[in-house]
């Protein structure tokens, strides 16, 4: 169990610029969540996925934002034409199975900042 | 809808003196709550986690919490605060879905900050 990795782990780009994060989860962790932290506030919840399916995403994923997970392992999440307001922790949970039980482990997020 | 609400954005503790931090949820259906902290610039640690199993549950590093369920509560605390528990302390209830299911994707509070001082 080497635990969820995220990369980058900084990202300073441009406005207007694209941008995209890679999560690899736990390995067999069938479910793959991705998170948006702002400065004081906690993560709100983006997007999950259960395997390859994307199953639910947040009134907060503009179309700009657009994740995927080929194979149902690592994920991407790419957010086009970067703004201001984009800058966040994104952070990438997984976890086993499906109950509301199940902990998520995060990752350490990727941190982008938007000049 | 579910919602947590932390009591207390900051709590300043001295080294060796107990921890109290507040949370109260709202969920209608038996919610699955946790609590998880977060060291700067880092992902989130879980705690510890309810799930109907048993009101009192103990987690890592020394913590516990309890859930109460007729005040809507689920506090964290400690015994006796060490100084490497200074960290921003989440307090999480998953999501459930209106037939009382769940999607496990979970909702956060806002957080509180513990602040040890030697």
């Known amino acids: 169990d080497t635990g969820v990795s995220q990369n980058p782990r900084h990202k300073i780009t441009k406005r207007g610029q694209n941008v995209t994060f890679r999560c690899d989860p736990i390995s067999e962790h069938n479910r793959l969540y991705w998170y948006r932290q702002t400065l004081g506030q906690g993560p709100e919840f983006l997007t999950y996925?259960?395997?390859?399916?994307?199953?639910?995403k947040s009134r907060l994923l503009s179309d700009r934002f657009s994740a995927e997970r080929p194979k149902g392992s690592f994920s991407t999440l790419e957010i086009q034409r970067t703004e201001q307001g984009d800058s966040a922790m994104y952070l990438c949970?997984?976890?086993?199975?499906?109950?509301?039980?199940?902990?998520?482990?995060f990752g350490d997020g990727t941190r982008l900042s938007i000049l | 809808a579910q919602s947590v609400t932390q009591l207390d954005s900051h709590v300043s503790v001295s080294e060796g003196t107990p921890v109290l931090l507040r949370c109260n949820y709202s969920s209608s259906y038996s919610p699955s709550l946790f609590w998880y902290v977060q060291h700067p610039n880092k992902g989130l640690q879980l705690l510890l986690k309810y799930t109907s199993a048993a009101t009192l549950v103990k987690g890592i590093n020394g913590f516990e919490a309890e859930f109460k369920k007729s005040e809507t509560s689920f506090h964290l605390t400690k015994p006796s605060a060490h100084m490497s528990d200074a960290a921003e302390y989440f307090c999480v209830v998953s999501e459930e879905l209106n037939y009382g299911g769940s999607q496990g994707n979970l909702i956060f509070g806002k957080g509180t900050k513990l602040s040890v001082k030697p």
């Open positions: 949970a997984s976890s086993l199975g499906s109950g509301s039980n199940q902990p998520q482990h």
């Open positions: 996925f259960q395997n390859e399916a994307q199953l639910e």
